[in-house]
């Protein structure tokens, strides 16, 4: 069987269970897995050619997803899906070097930057890292095998956690991954200052309109017992030009580490941008996932966290701010697989214009997971008439000791407070924009890392003052719509 | 002239007239109460001097200060010196007490053409008011009135007009939901910032205040007018006998 689907895609022909209205929209990604195929085939070893292989069978035999997916009910993707982004060679980007350095990190401990979906030692820092942080270029570990990149073998971590089967974007993303960072924690070690992933979208010079660059970063963050680290993942666009990123996060934390990740969104208005962030968390694991998202034309963040040991803490926070024609989807799915295992989602939304957002939050606890504690809290300002946010809570519960509570609200700024500012002075603008502040501030706040909550509190910052400039974010208090749900389950 | 003079004011909320032709002259180093039954229209004299926009002003004149009060913006009412106490002081969460307070005082200051405080400046005048209103200084790093008692909050509003130093300040019921302790402290307050250049309006349904401010003119106020003005002795007079008598016709509104 094997062999003939290789043929058949060697051949350029999707497979017969493809539906038929998927088939123009894959072409370009069939052409990319062939292309890369072409390239790795011969280096890479066999285990991993094997996840390629059920990846992509996977992809291609369901497609994009479409508002029939539960999963997507509220992102229509048909528009992105006829976009024939193509996969860009390795090449020369010295030339970037001055172009990325506003996007730096200030107090990172080292900084790996990828292009177009390569690793560019050219623009990386990373001459101050201790020894207890290994690092690699993904590609290269996977090539070198277990004996000099990867103790203790990739191969048991890459594409062990991500869901290629429930996931069509981690199932093209492990089809079609060019490179991303392999991090792994020693035990027992502290790494105080956070490492800085900078994966970068850049248009090339002379590029044929139509011709948006795909990249699918996949980064392996592996923290050994009782370690401490914070990864900060940053993705950015240089050019005005559309780009789709797809990446994939695996990140392992042993019995007793403490990791934080942070996830950064802030590419330009024409992007598409997919990540998928899947903790596995060891006993008294305590992991937190931080997600900012500020750009991004059509975004999906998916955080899912398996608490896997007993007594695990996670923290799942997020703030995402749209404008204009933005669409942030934020996809949580939190397993509880043992017991005394605690969560917390937190997620803040501001959406002016006519930005659309949504809030999936799904909370699982499965069978063994007895004096589970898990919240989840969303909270959304609308800025004017024509933004909109769908939030939807969704909780399974299979264990019978457990304390679950969600709650959502949508509002607008509030007439009272904005009064009670000016009432005290503070001139009508400057009112609006640190009330938004306030709001998001309590995100900021939950980031415990000093050097990242600095960097995120100035993006965010500037962020909002552009919100705040434009017009249609003033909208008048007269048509509050405003919708409460909170509710408790406590069985 | 007078600091403030209020001409034949009629106010409107979501199309209901409240205030039906109110006059009342108040001068620097005066204080005026006002009291009257629920829904004779104190709390909407309060907003309208405050210029919340909610509540339209249909008639009448207001002169503050020798300009037209009306033309002002909230904030720029503010940093011409006019204070509001609220009745229900709002929780802002996530912005510091001392933050909110240091630039509501900045924001005056520029309005005035004076240098900004800085931080240095700031926390010892702080400090020292919090201590005048008997506040605990933990408070000054939480966020403006968020998780204060009503109490709190009611003294938080106190230790604002005493740091920004207005030259006409309204409170509104602050009295009412405090225990006797917090009744004082808050008074003790007050009379603390009693001026020359400084007049008080003390909105309040209940005479009880007027036991620890001493106030110089009180006005009863029915159905969106003064019905009545007199001395402190006025107030006593309708703590013993209602507000029924003063009713210029039968009509109260219900609160």
Redesign the interface.
């Known amino acids: 069987m094997k062999r003939t689907r290789k043929t058949r895609i060697r051949n350029g022909h999707l497979t017969q269970d493809n539906k038929a209205s998927n088939t123009g929209q894959l072409a370009g990604y069939l052409q990319a897995y062939g292309q890369l195929r072409a390239e790795r085939h011969e280096r890479e070893p066999l285990w991993m050619q094997q996840l390629r292989e059920d990846a992509w069978e996977r992809f291609s035999a369901r497609g994009f997803p479409t508002t029939h997916d539960e999963d997507w009910r509220f992102t229509n993707l048909a528009s992105v899906a006829k976009i024939p982004f193509r996969r860009v060679l390795k090449s020369n980007v010295a030339h970037l070097a001055k172009e990325i350095e506003p996007f730096r990190l200030p107090g990172a401990l080292c900084q790996l930057v990828f292009v177009n979906g390569h690793f560019a030692p050219e623009l990386s820092e990373a001459d101050s890292v201790p020894t207890s942080l290994e690092w690699c270029a993904l590609k290269r570990a996977v090539d070198c095998g277990i004996e000099s990149c990867a103790p203790g073998g990739i191969e048991q971590h890459l594409g062990r956690y991500a869901d290629v089967r429930r996931d069509v974007f981690a199932a093209l993303n492990t089809a079609l991954w060019d490179d991303g960072a392999y991090l792994r924690i020693r035990r027992g070690a502290v790494i105080d200052r956070p490492v800085h992933l900078l994966y970068v979208s850049a248009g090339e010079a002379g590029q044929i309109a139509g011709q948006q660059i795909m990249t699918h970063p996949r980064t392996v963050i592996v923290a050994e017992e009782h370690s401490h680290a914070s990864v900060v993942e940053d993705y950015i666009s240089i050019g005005d030009e559309a780009a789709f990123s797809n990446a994939v996060t695996e990140l392992v934390a042993g019995e007793g580490a403490v990791v934080s990740h942070y996830l950064v969104e802030r590419e330009n208005l024409a992007s598409f941008n997919v990540s998928t962030l899947r903790i596995e968390q060891a006993r008294a694991a305590n992991v937190s996932s931080h997600s900012i998202l500020l750009g991004g034309g059509i975004v999906r963040n998916n955080v899912h966290p398996v608490l896997a040991g007993e007594g695990t803490e996670c923290l799942i926070n997020g703030l995402f701010v749209g404008a204009g024609r933005q669409h942030l989807d934020n996809y949580m799915l939190v397993e509880h697989a043992q017991p005394h295992g605690a969560s917390r989602q937190f997620y803040n939304g501001i959406l002016a214009g006519e930005a659309r957002g949504v809030f999936h939050g799904r909370i699982v606890v499965h069978k063994d997971a007895q004096k589970t504690d898990a919240k989840q809290t969303n909270r959304n300002l609308l800025l004017s008439d024509s933004a909109r946010i769908d939030t939807k809570p969704q909780l399974e519960i299979y264990a019978d000791d457990v304390k679950c509570t969600h709650g959502a609200t949508i509002g607008q700024i509030e007439e009272e407070q904005l009064f009670y500012l000016r009432s005290r002075g503070f001139p009508e603008r400057e009112a609006r924009n640190l009330l938004l502040y306030a709001f998001a501030a309590e995100c900021l706040d939950r980031m415990k890392e000093p050097a990242v909550r600095e960097f995120a509190e100035a993006l965010i910052r500037a962020r909002l003052g552009d919100l705040v400039l434009t017009k249609d974010s003033a909208g008048g208090a007269a048509e509050v719509a405003e919708e409460k749900q909170s509710w408790e389950e406590v069985g | 002239m007078a600091l403030l003079e209020i001409e034949n004011l009629h106010a409107s909320v979501d199309g209901h007239e409240i205030l039906k032709g109110l006059t009342l002259s108040v001068n620097a180093g005066e204080v005026h109460s006002i009291m009257g039954p629920n829904g004779s229209g104190k709390s909407t004299l309060a907003q309208v001097l405050?210029?919340?926009e909610?509540y339209q002003v249909t008639a009448g004149t207001i002169l503050y200060d020798g300009k037209d009060l009306l033309e002002m913006?909230?904030?720029e009412?503010?940093?011409e010196g006019v204070?509001?106490a609220?009745q229900y002081?709002?929780e802002?969460?996530?912005?510091g007490n001392a933050y909110?307070l240091r630039?509501?005082m900045n924001?005056?200051r520029k309005?005035r053409g004076e240098d900004e405080l800085d931080a240095m400046d700031f926390l010892p005048l702080y400090k020292e008011r919090m201590k005048l209103l008997e506040m605990d200084e933990k408070l000054m790093n939480r966020?403006v009135n968020e998780g204060f008692s009503g109490g709190e909050k009611k003294r938080n509003e106190i230790l604002?007009l005493a740091m920004?130093e207005p030259k006409l300040a309204i409170l509104d019921e602050t009295d009412s939901g405090l225990d006797i302790d917090a009744l004082r402290i808050v008074a003790q307050g007050v009379n603390a910032m009693r001026a020359r250049d400084r007049a008080f309006v003390v909105i309040t349904h209940y005479q009880r205040l007027l036991d620890y401010i001493k106030t110089d003119f009180v006005h009863v106020l029915v159905d969106g007018k003064i019905a009545l003005s007199g001395g402190p002795e006025l107030a006593l007079e309708l703590e013993e006998r209602g507000y029924a008598w003063t009713e210029a016709d039968e009509q109260v509104l219900p609160a």
Not at chain 2, 92 to 95: A, E, L
């Open positions: 405050a210029r919340r909610a913006s909230p904030e009412a503010a940093c204070f509001l609220f002081p709002v802002i969460p996530g912005i909110f630039s509501a924001a005056v309005h966020s604002q920004l």
